[in-house]
């Protein structure tokens, strides 16, 4: 396996810029499997799910909710400074991408733009890309980030997003991630109602989504690539209903993982670096709707080890019928039994 499998061409006008309204109004390339060589797909649009999906399926969403975790801040000697905050690691401590953290010395404060003092730099995550800081003072970490911090758009997201929830899901919860469950974007509330009209149950996981969503391999192997590790948690009364559903349709790689988790390890909660990739041995996730992500990603490596080599004939197909990629682009609907 390398990396090189899990390239391709993405030109740059495909990328969506905006997010479509409404939600569920996306495109959905459905997978019917392949045979003598050929695949055999569907469009449709996301609204379409009730229809698509069968009675007595499962559908699981992920509904952790995106922080204001982008910082812009500026050195006390005048250069600018910006801090993507990814998790805590105790009530002022915070794990961080920073630039430019390898010019920046422990101990030295970040101002906001009024110049208070907002945060001190300790230092480089051992054998990693990303660093530690610390919120000084006694503001809440939570009440800083409502007041200062951004929503952290993806760095291919150029145009101006006039309604920062609309980088959230609508069902989202508890605020904890870095970047959103993309798939779950497209959900509405009366498409979950339609949905419940229809016999298909919705359950809710949560997986905190952290760096490597959007961050991308760069190993020549991509079994060497250093996956974090990121909180989930699944209730006792969802996972009973996982288990006993008659097919599970996951939305979003990060719903997967976390489902994938839970019956690999048989915990509940707590952390998973739990890495999917080609040969791996499916548990329970039957059905996939995600986005289309960007080359050279885990994600891919996972949609590859969900279908195999289809998904380049996938993708080929929604590239020539102008399908947008990425987190405010269209979805795919996958099913690894298909045939």
């Known amino acids: ?16 810029q905006v997010p479509c309204e409404p939600r569920d109004a996306a495109r959905l390339l459905v997978d019917r499997g392949a045979s003598s060589g050929s695949i055999a797909y569907e469009h449709r649009n996301v609204h379409d799910l009730p229809e698509i999906c069968r009675p007595g399926d499962l559908l699981v969403i992920n509904d952790t909710r995106v922080l204001p975790a982008r910082l812009q801040l500026a050195r006390r000697s005048g250069g600018r400074a910006e801090v993507l905050v990814l998790e805590a690691g105790n009530e002022r401590q915070w794990t961080a991408l920073v630039r430019p953290g390898g ?72 605020p904890a991630s870095a970047a959103a469950p993309t798939a779950g974007l497209h959900i509405t509330p009366e498409l979950r109602v339609r949905l419940g009209e229809s016999s298909i149950d919705v359950v809710r996981v949560e997986l905190v989504v952290g760096l490597d969503t959007f961050k991308p ?31 599970v349709v996951a939305v979003g790689t990060t ?61 080929a197909v929604a590239l020539d019928s102008n399908y947008r990629f990425l987190s405010f682009g269209d979805a795919m609907l996958l099913d690894r039994h298909a045939s």
């Open 1 to 16: 396996m390398r990396t090189s499998d899990f390239d391709y061409d993405l030109p740059e006008a495909r990328i969506a």
């Open 103 to 174: 010019r920046l010395k422990p101990g030295e404060v970040l101002v906001d733009r009024d110049g208070h003092d907002t945060v001190m730099f300790i230092g480089r995550v051992e054998e990693s890309d990303t660093f530690v800081v610390e919120f000084l003072g006694d503001e809440p970490v939570a009440s800083i980030l409502d007041r200062i911090g951004q929503m952290p758009l993806p760095p291919y997201i150029t145009a101006s997003v006039d309604h920062p929830d609309r980088y959230q899901t609508v069902y989202a919860r508890r």
């Open 217 to 247: 391999v760069s190993v020549d192997d991509p079994r060497d690539h250093l996956i974090h590790s990121e909180s989930f948690q699944v209730d006792e009364q969802v996972m009973d209903k996982i288990m006993s559903a008659e097919r």
């Open 255 to 315: 719903s997967v993982r976390t489902i994938e988790t839970a019956f690999t390890t048989g915990r509940l909660s707590g952390r998973t670096d739990l890495f999917i990739h080609r040969g791996y041995d499916w548990k329970r996730v039957d059905v996939m709707m995600t986005n289309f992500h960007m080359p050279r990603t885990t994600l891919l490596v996972m949609i590859d080890a969900f279908v195999g080599p289809r998904w380049r004939d996938l993708y």
